[in-house]
């Protein structure tokens, strides 16, 4: 698959201050040794205190009590926290690029919602009970709505407004499809009120397995579109002239996006706001290139979902509050503050 590379933008072509330059490989690397902290955090801190010689002797034996635990358990769920989170911050810089929108998520196409009606046909009228199942129900209904929303904000010419207008609406409609559902079946209701928290507690080797091939080519896809979405993102005139391709960059961008988000929120559920406040908050440090800003939100977008997950373990325990509720919290204040802010106002 080709991707248009246009001539840099000719505000990218500056060069950055020598402070910048600097500061943006320096931060990259804390960056992504703070992932390490927080991934070794997933693996020794839980809902079942464990000391750091039961979990060595559990990641590294796999044996007994402490393997099952370790292995079976938490080594899962932070492998899937690592893959959702890079997958949902590469989704939301790709979603923010593409709208020029510094507040969207992938919420605002109607994936989430797409992927979650899908779940709960799957189980109301099929009889689906087991994840694995919820997986390709989840996957095939984001793509659907992906394809949708791009069908319908794109058929007479993609344009920002369009696509949001399309995945509103659609979300809308398939939200009240999917509440009405819930109501008329109980068992539908059961079933559907963990997944569509947000958690990492099902994971399992096969269900990463089964995520990761689109996880991989959905983020590859992304990194691709860098240097086209730095043209679409300032302005159709300005990248028309740089000689983007409007309509195939944005085709394929809302393919990466659809792929992404579909893959982690079949995965583990609907977890809001990391797509939304990782890349806007990287931001402001990388500035506006997305060679940059899609790096750091796939390092710190895992940082921000194992860190609410292993706050999840341990304000709640021996129970735990899952992921999806802990990243609203803190998402919840996070968005206010951004959408008061007079600079994000003005964008």
């Known amino acids: 698959?080709?991707?248009?590379?246009?001539?840099?933008?000719?505000?990218?072509?500056?060069?950055?201050?020598?402070?910048?330059?600097?500061?943006?490989?320096?931060?990259?690397?804390?960056?992504?040794?703070?992932?390490v902290l927080v991934a070794l955090a997933s693996l020794a801190v839980g809902a079942k205190a464990l000391s750091p010689d039961q979990v060595w002797h559990g990641l590294f034996h796999g044996s007994g009590t402490y393997g099952d635990v370790v292995v079976d358990e938490r080594l899962a769920r932070t492998l899937l926290g690592l893959l959702?989170?890079?997958?949902?911050?590469?989704?939301?810089?790709?979603?923010?690029?593409?709208?020029?929108?510094?507040?969207?998520?992938?919420g605002l196409l109607g994936i989430n919602a797409g992927a979650?009606?899908?779940?709960?046909?799957?189980?109301?009228?099929?009889?689906?009970?087991?994840?694995?199942?919820?997986?390709?129900?989840?996957?095939?209904?984001?793509?659907?709505?992906?394809?949708?929303?791009?069908?319908?904000?794109?058929?007479?010419?993609?344009?920002?407004?369009?696509?949001?207008?399309?995945g509103t609406a659609i979300s809308a409609a398939l939200y009240g499809y999917l509440q009405a559902v819930m109501i008329m079946d109980d068992a539908a209701l059961?079933?559907?009120?963990?997944?569509?928290?947000?958690?990492?507690?099902?994971a399992s080797g096969p269900t990463i397995v089964q995520v990761l091939p689109?996880?991989?080519?959905?983020?590859?896809?992304?990194?691709?579109?860098?240097?086209?979405?730095?043209?679409?993102?300032?302005?159709?005139?300005?990248a028309r002239a740089l000689g983007a391709h409007l309509g195939r960059t944005r085709a394929l961008a809302m393919l990466a996006a659809t792929v992404l988000c579909g893959a982690a929120t079949a995965?583990?559920?609907?977890?809001?706001?990391?797509?939304?406040?990782?890349?806007?908050?990287?931001?402001?440090?990388?500035?506006p290139d997305l060679r940059w800003i899609l790096p750091y939100a796939a390092v710190l977008a895992p940082v921000l979902l194992l860190g609410a997950d292993v706050v999840g373990r341990v304000v709640a325990r021996p129970a735990e509050l899952q992921v999806g509720i802990v990243t609203a919290v803190i998402g919840g204040?996070?968005?206010?503050?951004?959408?008061?802010r007079r600079r994000t106002a003005q964008l």
């Open 1 to 35: 698959m080709l991707v248009d590379s246009p001539p840099e933008p000719r505000a990218a072509s500056v060069p950055a201050p020598p402070t910048r330059r600097v500061a943006r490989p320096l931060g990259l690397s804390l960056s992504v040794a703070l992932l």
């Open 84 to 106: 959702a989170g890079a997958a949902l911050g590469l989704s939301g810089a790709v979603l923010q690029a593409l709208t020029r929108n510094p507040l969207a998520d992938p």
């Open 116 to 166: 979650s009606a899908a779940v709960v046909t799957a189980i109301s009228f099929f009889g689906v009970t087991s994840l694995r199942g919820y997986v390709w129900f989840a996957f095939l209904g984001a793509a659907a709505v992906g394809a949708l929303v791009w069908f319908l904000g794109g058929s007479r010419g993609a344009t920002p407004v369009r696509l949001a207008l399309a």
């Open 190 to 202: 059961g079933r559907m009120r963990f997944w569509t928290v947000g958690s990492l507690a099902s």
């Open 214 to 238: 689109f996880l991989a080519a959905g983020g590859l896809l992304a990194f691709a579109l860098a240097r086209p979405l730095n043209a679409v993102a300032m302005g159709d005139d300005t």
């Open 267 to 287: 995965a583990c559920g609907p977890v809001v706001f990391v797509g939304l406040m990782v890349p806007h908050a990287v931001r402001s440090f990388t500035g």
């Open 333 to 340: 204040p996070v968005f206010i503050f951004l959408v008061r």
